[in-house]
Structure formats: C-alpha cells, structure tokens
C-alpha cells in the first residue's frame, strides 16, 4: 500500500521560514510527481506546488510563488518545500500528495494523500 508521510511542520513566526518533508513508499516515484496541498481552518484545501519527480520541472500557486521552493531526492524517495518570508495566512495543514501529473492543480488530480502536518505561521 502506497504511503505518504509528511514531517517538519511547526510554528514559526511570520517572516519567518520552515521546511516540510515527505517521503514515499511503495510508489515507483520516477512516474509520479508529487506535491503539496493545504487547508487553513474553514477552508477548501488548495494547490501549493507540485513536481515532476523525474524531469524535476515544477508548479506553483501564485499565492507561495517566489517565496517557496519544491525540490526532490529520487534517491530518498523524497520531496521537500522549502517555505520562506512566511505570512499568517500560510497557516494550514499541508498534505503530501503523489499522482500523475505535476501540471495539475485540483484534488481529484492526486491519487494519493498523507495525514498532513500542521503549520502555524503567528503574526
């Protein structure tokens, strides 16, 4: 069973930067890309970046665009953000994603989902 598992969120203050982590299992990631979603509280979960795992060509919101950074280690079945100059409207849980394409941006895109982490950005 494919598993996604999500680490590093935290709280930081705004301005402030943090890194997530996500490695997979049983998933032959050079097929896939992977990502990242979030959802603030009372809030429909959103695209924040995705990346081709194999060409390593990515995809940004235009809300974290120039202050995040998607990035993979094939060797470590793994892929990161990097999450800079962030803002109290940052706060979400963010969840680790993997499907087909790392063009797309809608939920029914990815076919798989870790628990999330929580990340709190305070003002």
């Known amino acids: 069973q494919v598993q996604l598992v999500e680490s590093g969120g935290g709280l930081v203050q705004a301005g402030g930067s943090l890194r997530v982590s996500c490695v997979a299992s049983?998933?032959?990631?050079?097929?896939?890309?992977m990502g990242w979603f979030r959802q603030a509280p009372g809030k429909e979960r959103e695209f924040v970046a995705a990346?081709?795992?194999?060409?390593?060509?990515?995809n940004y919101a235009d809300s974290v665009k120039d202050r995040f950074t998607i990035s993979r280690d094939n060797a470590k079945n793994t892929v990161n953000l990097q999450m800079n100059s962030l803002k109290p409207e940052d706060t979400a849980v963010y969840y680790c994603?993997?499907?087909?394409?790392?063009?797309?941006?809608?939920?029914?895109?990815?076919?798989?989902w870790g628990q999330g982490t929580q990340v709190t950005v305070s003002s």
């Open positions: 994603v993997a499907g087909p394409t790392w063009r797309r941006t809608r939920t029914y895109d990815y076919n798989y």
């Open positions: 049983k998933l032959t990631i050079t097929d896939v890309a």
């Open positions: 990346i081709s795992m194999i060409f390593g060509a990515a």
